[in-house]
């Protein structure tokens, strides 16, 4: 049974820093793809980063060279450094694996497992 377990967020002015952590167990192997979404209140998860088994990386505009995705395979994680935090950064934040092949690497329903979610927010 593959499961995401999620770690990190937490509280910060605008312009701060936060990173979130992801273990994934029951791979059988560690060229996943992987994600990062968030969701806000009264609002739609939205995809932020994405990484492909190969290691290519994907980002949403809205936190592009703010937001790094990263793993570390032999720890079977996931990461999401964010900077330069906004107010409108603040949300939900839930890893994901299990890409079904084709499409959006951003869009939530390319995706059959969830972490458990870890709520980021920023004030200003």
């Known amino acids: 049974v593959v499961q995401l377990v999620q770690s990190g967020g937490g509280s910060v002015q605008a312009g701060g820093s936060l990173r979130l952590s992801c273990t994934a167990s029951?791979?059988?192997?560690?060229?996943?793809?992987m994600a990062w979404f968030r969701q806000a209140p009264r609002t739609g998860r939205e995809g932020v980063a994405a990484?492909?088994?190969?290691?290519?990386?994907y980002y949403a505009d809205s936190v592009k060279d703010r937001f790094t995705i990263s793993r570390d395979k032999t720890k079977m994680s996931l990461y999401l450094e964010m900077h330069n935090l906004r107010p409108e950064d603040s949300a939900m934040y839930y890893c994901a694996s299990g890409f079904m092949g084709t499409g959006d690497r951003l869009w939530e329903k390319n995706y059959s497992y969830w972490g458990q979610g870890t709520q980021v927010t920023v004030s200003s």
């Open positions: 990484i492909s088994a190969g290691d290519t990386t």
């Open positions: 029951g791979y059988t192997h560690s060229a996943i793809s």
